[in-house]
């Protein structure tokens, strides 16, 4: 299982990298219905859990494919988190991190 597999990145223009569900991650797990989210200022290695998502398909843990410090969540996700589901990038962004 492969860390690239379920996340997009977009670099920002302060130079943070948001990361969100990918084509390959939505259709693998399909309709997510919970996710679990890291807190700001918490600080995530590549390959290490980056969020718990209970999905139509499976639970998953999903690692983080990048090193870096949580700067936002997608809050939104708590309520909605089948807003993962859309491939909408602005609906279905989880966090940016801080390298």
Same mark, same amino acid.
């Given at each position: 299982? !492969?860390t @690239?597999?379920?996340f997009?990145?977009?670099?920002? !223009? ?6 969100? %569900? ?8 399909g309709?997510?219905r919970? *996710? ?6 918490? $600080?995530? &290695? !590549?390959? @290490? ?5 209970? !999905?139509? &398909?499976?639970?998953?843990?999903? #690692?983080? #494919?990048? $090193?870096?410090e949580?700067? /936002? *969540?997608h809050?939104a996700?708590?309520?909605?988190? @089948? %807003? %993962?589901?859309? #491939? ?6 989880? *966090? /940016? %991190?801080?390298k």
């Open positions: 299982m !492969a @690239e597999n379920y997009w990145q977009s670099e920002l !223009a302060d130079g943070s990298i948001q990361l969100g %569900l990918n084509e390959a991650g939505r259709e693998l797990l309709e997510i919970y *996710v679990d989210l890291p807190q700001v200022n918490q $600080t995530v &290695k !590549a390959g @290490e859990m980056l969020i718990e998502v209970e !999905a139509e &398909k499976m639970v998953q843990d999903l #690692p983080t #494919p990048i $090193t870096g949580v700067v /936002t *969540v809050q996700l708590k309520d909605q988190p @089948e %807003l %993962l589901s859309s #491939p909408d990038s602005q609906k279905n962004w989880v *966090v /940016t %991190l801080k």
